[in-house]
């Protein structure tokens, strides 16, 4: 299996991030579509963004009509994507009402929590509590399931010394040794 890790910290500003991610969005869109899914397999790749309410907010971004395009397209060519907030409320409804499974975490606000507790209602799936949930515990909401279901999930997948804190120059300078 083949990955690719892009990281957008050393751009200089948010704006600049967003065109990239919106460059990125539109490039897959035309890679799956010029090169059809040869069936057999559930799903050809997976886009992953973090910090996704940066790059997908209620109002405009300039990488949000290339995301808006994968959210409701990339399913079809067999393009998996999850966007990942701490705040689900500012993703644009529009984008997040394409995706019929959803998984959240802790929720510390009220706001927050009432928020999850209707989207997973909208759904026809009974209430949960995401503010009583630990470190680590989540809730995978989608109708075929029947009901929210917990889960705990590990905290780290690789193994690293905690007494490691790599600064930004140093994190450079290892991607830019690997090129």
Known sequence: MRASILSIFALPDIETQARFIGRVAAVLFNWI????????????????????????????????????????????????LILATQNPMDLD???????????????????????????????????????ELKTGQFYCATPSLGRPVRFQAALCLNAHPRNIQLRDEDILSRAMGSA
């Not at 394409?98 to 026809?124: H, L, M, Y």
């Open 33 to 80: 579509r010029r090169n059809p899914d040869p069936g057999g397999r559930p799903m050809r790749g997976l886009f992953v963004l973090n910090e996704a309410a940066d790059f997908l907010p209620r109002k405009n971004a300039a990488s949000k009509p290339g995301l808006m395009l994968l959210a409701r397209q990339a399913r079809k060519y067999g393009l998996g």
């Open 93 to 131: 409804y529009n984008a997040t009402a394409n995706f019929s499974t959803q998984i959240f975490g802790k929720a510390n606000t009220p706001q927050v929590v009432a928020f999850i507790q209707k989207e997973i209602e909208q759904r026809g799936l009974p209430r949960v509590n995401p503010g």
